[in-house]
């Protein structure tokens, strides 16, 4: 028997090789793209290019034939450096594709998956409504069928929706009430609406505070037709389906933190030793290195805890909780990390040219996007047999 | 029938670590981290792009190193190579640039070629002589420190930059040609590569399954000695250019004086 925690060699290299491409290719570009708002499609043509959209999909759909622990390793690599790409690749594979790759038929996923697995495509995921987000049952977008012209009408607004407006989408899976159960509630379903369909409207980039490299939109849908083709998986196993994608997507999110966790103590390990006041080095006062070593102490635990989530998915085991941990752990230490890596840089952690600066605003997001810090401590505590 | 490319690549010391030589005066190769020297990453690109165009083209990567310079092999095995070749050799310990030159022109010999395929300098050694040997011991022609190449009917051709003119080369094949690092970014290897390189074949060759003797390589055999070394002394203060009027001139004659422009 043995136990280990270590990374398999070929883990390891997919690892280091992330690793070399966020420090050559993305450290040196992505403060202009962050500045001026844009989406860094030549970055993203390199992770296609590398092969990182496709890392847990078969190789008969183009993909790498990894796993989803290789997707979280890249994640938290990219966004050591910078989390605009890392969410980028997150909400393509894991909320764009995926959910193809799970509950697609045969024809979708040939269709769909070589161009998103080698990121040519993206894809989208569009859960999130103005008046409903922790409550996703409470979808008020809908999709009638048009038996005449077998197609669906889709009606609705969605929002927040990441990588929906760029030139490069593909698609948007939208979630809309299709029907009534008998006791009256609403029915969920998934539907595919490629981009461009007429009827499908995507607003303007958000202002936002932080992952401002990345892409964040507004969807309208009017009278929109798809072919009744279009169904992604069963009919009203929509909610089903999402819970699916989005307890997995938290083991993506957690190890994005971990990474962003981790810039923040790069970039601070290197400024204490090198910054000096009253004649020596920041790094030599015990305030500043106890608080590099808790920063070090939480990236370490939450490293441990997404690794652990993920390998339970691999193995097939229950990972429901420890995705919820994992994630609401990862993102609440992320934020304290970049808050304290920003104090260690004095007045230049508060200037836009330093990463921690970007580091601090993009941390809060992870306490929200994909579930907030209480959405996950509810979970928690229904796996711990609590009801309300 | 299969084109057949072979890459010399070099396992270096890691440049970003801290670099030193040996009591016996050789590269104190144990206490950094080695790895793929970046100028022949770029070899084994364009030695890709050239399979990629060909119809049929295998390539073999070979590295003549100390064990650790397997690490080498594999992440060009990563990127797509199709085998690789490491031939390794206590006896090879102090080996000067002739020495070595021998060892992989026996090497690429035994494994037989239409193309060899070299960086256009280690980045440790930094002669930029190995092509070039290769060439002569081999009895082919050499295309040496290209930006641009292409194979073609039993043809390599390319394009040299220098600093005033370009020249567009070609020679027959077999061949030896050296890529320079304007040739095109190397490709970082993939997942896929990265687990495909684990089932690659990697033959292992020592000096006697070449038919080279001890004696004509090591620091023995080496025609150059190293009579001493010295770490590279602290950088000393830089030339500051006050403008009082011809500032740009000045600054434009320093930089034409270091040959910048
Ligand atoms: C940059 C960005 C990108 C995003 N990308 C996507 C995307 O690609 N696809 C997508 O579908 N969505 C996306 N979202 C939406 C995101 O998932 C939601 O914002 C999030 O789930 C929270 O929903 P909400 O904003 O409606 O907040 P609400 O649900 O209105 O919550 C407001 C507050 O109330 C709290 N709260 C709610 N219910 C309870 C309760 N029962 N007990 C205690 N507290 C409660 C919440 O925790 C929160 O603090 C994105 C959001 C952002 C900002
Ligand atoms: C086992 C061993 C021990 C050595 N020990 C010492 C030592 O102790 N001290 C010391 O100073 N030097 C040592 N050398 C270095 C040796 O002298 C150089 O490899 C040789 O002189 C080539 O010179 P260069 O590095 O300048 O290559 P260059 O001529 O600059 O290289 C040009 C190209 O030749 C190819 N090439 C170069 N070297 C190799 C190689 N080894 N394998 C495959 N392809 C190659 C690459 O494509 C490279 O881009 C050792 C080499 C070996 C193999």
Redesign the pocket.
């Known amino acids: 028997m043995t136990i280990d925690h270590r990374l398999p060699a070929e883990y390891e290299e997919l690892r280091r090789t992330v690793e070399q491409f966020a420090h050559d290719v993305i450290a040196p570009k992505i403060g202009e793209f962050y500045e001026h708002h844009e989406f860094p499609y030549e970055i993203v043509r390199e992770m296609g290019r590398m092969g990182l959209f496709g890392l847990p999909f078969p190789e008969e759909y183009g993909g790498m034939g990894g796993d989803y622990f290789a997707l979280c390793l890249a994640l938290e690599e990219l966004a050591r450096v910078d989390s605009s790409v890392a969410i980028t690749l997150e909400a393509g594979v894991s909320l764009g594709a995926m959910p193809i790759f799970r509950f697609g038929t045969e024809e979708q996923k040939r269709e769909w998956l070589p161009r998103l697995c080698s990121g040519e495509l993206l894809g989208a995921f569009g859960l999130t409504e103005p008046d409903c987000g922790s409550d996703a049952g409470g979808t008020r977008t809908t999709a009638r069928l048009d038996e005449a012209t077998n197609e669906w009408v889709i009606n609705g607004t969605k929002c927040f929706i990441t990588n929906s407006g760029t030139d490069i989408t593909g698609l948007v899976t939208v979630t809309a009430v299709t029907g009534r159960s008998a006791d009256g509630r609403p029915e969920i379903s998934s539907i595919i609406v490629p981009s461009g369909t007429q009827g499908f409207t995507v607003a303007a980039p958000y202002s936002k505070v932080g992952w401002n490299a990345s892409d964040t939109r507004e969807l309208s849908f009017a009278d929109c037709r798809v072919p009744a083709a279009n169904l992604l998986g069963e009919i009203s196993r929509g909610y089903a389906q999402f819970l699916r994608i989005l307890d997995e997507g938290r083991i993506a999110i957690s190890a994005l933190a971990t990474g962003l966790a981790q810039g923040c103590v790069d970039e601070s390990v290197s400024y204490a030793k090198t910054r000096q006041a009253f004649g020596r080095p920041i790094g030599a006062n015990q305030a500043i290195q106890f608080k590099l070593a808790d920063m070090e102490m939480r990236t370490h635990t939450a490293r441990l805890a997404w690794r652990d989530a993920a390998s339970r998915l691999l193995h097939g085991e229950p990972f429901k909780k420890e995705a919820a941990l994992a994630k609401l752990y990862s993102s609440e230490i992320a934020v304290t990390n970049a808050r304290e890596a920003t104090q260690i840089h004095g007045g230049y952690g508060f200037m836009n040219e330093y990463p921690v600066a970007r580091f601090w605003r993009d941390s809060k997001i992870l306490e929200i996007g994909e579930g907030t810090s209480e959405v996950q401590r509810m979970l928690i505590a229904r796996e711990l047999g609590l009801t309300a | 029938m299969s084109l057949r490319i072979v890459?010399?690549?070099?396992?270096v010391p890691d440049a970003t670590g801290d670099r030193h030589f040996?009591e016996?005066?050789?590269?104190d190769?144990d206490a950094v981290d080695g790895l793929l020297?970046e100028?022949?990453e770029y070899?084994v690109e364009q030695a890709l792009q050239i399979a990629e165009e060909a119809d049929d083209a295998e390539i073999t990567v070979?590295?003549?190193?100390?064990e650790d310079a397997k690490d080498a092999l594999r992440k060009a095995l990563s990127m797509g190579a199709d085998q690789a070749v490491h031939v390794?050799?206590d006896a090879?310990?102090?080996?000067?640039?002739l020495?070595?030159?021998l060892?992989?022109a026996k090497a690429i010999e035994h494994t037989g070629y239409d193309l060899v395929?070299?960086?256009?300098?280690?980045t440790?050694?930094?002669?930029?002589?190995?092509?070039a040997m290769?060439a002569e011991r081999l009895g082919v022609p050499q295309v040496t420190l290209l930006s641009e190449v292409k194979v073609e009917d039993g043809k390599v051709t390319g394009r040299r930059d220098g600093d005033a003119a370009s020249e567009q080369l070609e020679a027959q094949l077999p061949a030896v040609v050296?890529v320079t690092d304007q040739s095109g970014e190397a490709r970082y290897p993939s997942f896929k590569g990265i687990m495909a390189a684990k089932k690659k074949k990697v033959e292992s060759l020592d000096l006697s399954d070449l038919g080279i003797e001890e004696d004509e390589v090591g620091l023995a055999g080496a025609w150059t000695k190293?009579d001493s070394a010295a770490e590279r002394p602290a950088r000393t203060a830089g030339t500051i250019v006050t403008d009082e009027g011809e500032g740009g001139k000045q600054l434009a004659a320093f930089l034409a004086e270091q040959k910048f422009i």
Do not use: F, I, N, Q
């Open positions: 890459v010399a690549v070099k396992y040996a016996d005066l050789t590269t190769r020297s100028l022949d070899a070979l590295t003549v190193g100390p390794e050799d090879l310990h102090g080996t000067d640039a020495g070595t030159s060892v992989l395929v070299c960086g256009m300098a280690s440790d050694g930094t002669m930029g002589v190995l092509p290769l050296s190293v």
